[in-house]
């Protein structure tokens, strides 16, 4: 069950979304400043991906954990909080597909978590 479950998780360029496949209602004619109306549909969380990377590396599957912790470092590093953002390398709350992230939702500590978590788990093995 474990083997299938890591194997069929749906996964994107991104990283492991939440809520997928994502309810298309959900945005209907909604303004994008009102993300609570939609929040977690088809989002990359950066604590969820690292729950997801701690499963991956507890059922050793390096690959899987590997992908996931260069997916979520390179949204920490590239991730685009738009033009009025005063900072672009940082764990947003949570991302779009595309990166791009919500301003206001910039430096998140439960997302700074996420990511130790991933390395203190996964690479040191610090149970």
Not at 23 to 29: A, E, L, P
Not at 87 to 113: H, I, K, M, N, P
């Amino acid at each position: 069950r474990t083997k299938r479950m890591l194997d069929n998780i749906p996964r994107t360029p991104s990283g492991i979304p939440c809520l997928w496949p994502p309810f298309q209602h959900s945005k209907t004619n909604i303004p994008k400043n009102r993300t609570g109306l939609y929040y977690h549909n088809g989002r990359i969380w950066p604590f969820v991906q690292g729950y997801w990377a701690m499963a991956a590396a507890k059922h050793r599957r390096e690959d899987i954990f590997a992908e996931e912790v260069m997916k979520l470092t390179n949204l920490s590093l590239h991730g685009d909080g738009g033009i009025d953002c005063d900072v672009s390398q940082t764990f947003a709350e949570f991302y779009e597909l595309d990166g791009t992230f919500v301003c206001t939702q910039q430096r998140q500590l439960w997302s700074d978590a996420g990511f130790l978590s991933m390395i203190y788990y996964g690479v040191f093995g610090v149970r």
